[in-house]
Every structure is written in structure tokens, then in C-alpha cells.
């Protein structure tokens, strides 16, 4: 496709469950990088992958979130025993390389409601 | 550290006319890129307009522009001409030059309404 495409688009689970979020960039952009928009504020970065690496974890919230990159394409973001602090919407973004002058263009998102 | 922030949570204009929406930020980095980002109900993040920090001179984007003050650590967004289409959450965004990740820092938002 034309953008950055996220799945799903919502999605609703018990605490305590896993769940699986997916981006598929923007073909050929090698900068991938995952954001989350809590109730009421603004994005906050999660993680950066260059290619199939991720050189930036740092905003990874705790252990039970993971992400992987394949193919240099799709990432998948993974959240493990769920909490309700994990509602939100998780964002998705590429660009073409990690360079400042490359605008991020972003995914519609997946908003992830935990009951 | 790198901050933004946005300290008008709400804004309202009427169509047609024109309305400012504040940011600074604080960083001590001397070049950087600085960057608004419109968010309608549909979610998808779109930029409006972004400045790089060397350049003096304002970025303009049709009916957008922006009042970037580097000593002052502002970087205001003016948008002339208000639509209906306009209404949406307006993230202004923070971005390092030759950083390892060049992820974006953004402020809690300004949720702007167009009255008809």
C-alpha cells in the first residue's frame, strides 16, 4: 500500500492476555519506529528499528513489551499479561532512513482497550 | 533531556479567522528540527509543517506558518483562514539532528475546534 498500515485497528482483551500489533511500513523505508498515546496526552516514543535491528529500546515500559522486525518490513509489537495501563493507541511510523531531514509518516494506529 | 511543551489544551477560532497555537521546548542541543503535527479523529499523525532549526527564516505551508523564536525556545503555529477542516489535536514535535534513533518528542497536544 500507499502508507504505513497498522492491524488491528482496534482491539479489545482481558487483562492478563497477550496480544500481537502489527506495522507494515511504507515500502523501502529502512526507519521503523513504534509510539504510544495514552488517554489525554501526547505520543510517547516505545522503540526504533533500523532494518531488521533496534538499536533503541529505551522506551520500552517494562519487560512484558517486545517488538521484531522481519525482512527489514513488518514489525510486530508484542505486550504480554496485559494490564489496564496498557490502554491506548500504539502508533506506528517509518521513514526512508534515521536521518533528520526524513519526515515519519504514520500508520492510523491501533487502539488497544484492556478490560 | 529534551522537552515540549504545549500549555493550551483546547483552543477555539471561528471560520475563516485566525488562530495561534503555543509550543516550546527546552533542549541544549544547538541544531535540531522542530515539527507540528495535525491529528484528526481518524487518528493518522499528519504533518502540517516543520523547521529546521539552523534556518532563520519562518517555514510557511499554505495557510500554516510558524513563529519559530530559537532564543526564546518558542515555536508558535498560525493558521490564517480557518476551515472546518482544521479541527483536530495539533502535536508539536521535537527531533535531534545526527542522533542515533532521530525519534520524535512531542508535547501533550492542543485540541483546536472551528466554529462555523
Known amino acids: 500500500g500507499a502508507g504505513v498500515s497498522q492491524s488491528p485497528s482496534n482491539k479489545v482483551t482481558e487483562k492478563g492476555k497477550d496480544v500481537e500489533l502489527r506495522c507494515d511500513p511504507i515500502?523501502?523505508?529502512?526507519?521503523l519506529y513504534w509510539y504510544r498515546q495514552s488517554l489525554g496526552q501526547g505520543l510517547e516514543f516505545l522503540i526504533y528499528f533500523q532494518g531488521n535491528s533496534a538499536p533503541d529500546k529505551s522506551g520500552l515500559p517494562s519487560d512484558r513489551f517486545s517488538a521484531e522486525r522481519t525482512g527489514g518490513s513488518v514489525s510486530t509489537l508484542t505486550i504480554q499479561r496485559t494490564q489496564q495501563e496498557d490502554s491506548a493507541v500504539y502508533l506506528c511510523?517509518?521513514?526512508?532512513?534515521?536521518?533528520?531531514?526524513?519526515?515519519?509518516?504514520f500508520g492510523d494506529g491501533t487502539r488497544l482497550s484492556i478490560l | 533531556a529534551q522537552t515540549v511543551t504545549q500549555s493550551q489544551p483546547e483552543m477555539s477560532v471561528q471560520e475563516a479567522e485566525t488562530v495561534t497555537l503555543s509550543c516550546t521546548y527546552d533542549?541544549?542541543?544547538?541544531?535540531?528540527?522542530l515539527f507540528w503535527y495535525k491529528q484528526p479523529p481518524s487518528r493518522q499523525m499528519i504533518l502540517v509543517i516543520r523547521?529546521?532549526?539552523?534556518?532563520?527564516q519562518n517555514a510557511t505551508e499554505n495557510r500554516f506558518s510558524v513563529n519559530f523564536q530559537k532564543a526564546a525556545k518558542s515555536f508558535s503555529l498560525k493558521i490564517s483562514d480557518s476551515q472546518l477542516g482544521d479541527a483536530a489535536m495539533y502535536f508539536c514535535?521535537?527531533?535531534?539532528?545526527?542522533?542515533?534513533?532521530?525519534?520524535?518528542?512531542f508535547g501533550t497536544g492542543t485540541l483546536l475546534a472551528v466554529q462555523p
Open positions: 514535535a521535537y527531533r535531534s539532528v545526527g542522533g542515533a534513533t532521530n525519534k520524535l518528542i
Open positions: 515500502s523501502g523505508h529502512t526507519a
Open positions: 533542549t541544549s542541543e544547538s541544531d535540531y528540527y
Open positions: 523547521q529546521e532549526a539552523y534556518k532563520q
Open positions: 511510523a517509518s521513514s526512508a532512513d534515521r536521518y533528520s531531514n526524513q519526515p515519519q509518516h
